[in-house]
Nanobody, 113 residues
């Protein structure tokens, strides 16, 4: 299984970015897998940001991002997304895609004016 993130970059406060996590190598249907986005800011522990549950596609968010971030999946493309709106400087971090014990390489998000 391989997870490859993309879409990070520099955004201004109040701006938006969309992260993508392209997956490959799953042995069962992609829709069966619970996918998660984590982030890790400098000097801080890695924290869970958002979850999309397998089959039901129920979503959950951490309090700091609730109402601003949206996790979704495109099953034919085997890709999960994290739409990030109303970005704040404290959203600056490396964002990681995670599934079934596998981590992506991470993508840097920097929010600064």
């Amino acid at each position: 299984v391989q997870l490859v993130e993309s879409g990070g970059g520099l955004a201004q406060p109040g701006g938006s970015l969309r992260l993508s996590c392209a997956t490959s190598g799953f042995t069962v249907a992609f829709t069966h897998y619970t996918m998660k986005w984590f982030r890790q800011a400098p000097g801080k522990e890695r924290e869970l940001v958002a979850t999309i549950t397998g089959i039901s596609d129920d979503t959950q968010y951490s309090d700091p991002v609730k109402g601003r971030f949206t996790i979704s999946r495109d099953s034919p493309k085997k890709t999960v997304y994290l739409e990030m709106n109303s970005l704040k400087p404290e959203d600056t971090a490396v964002y990681y895609c995670y599934c079934a014990g596998i981590w992506g390489q991470g993508t840097q998000v920097t929010v600064s004016s």
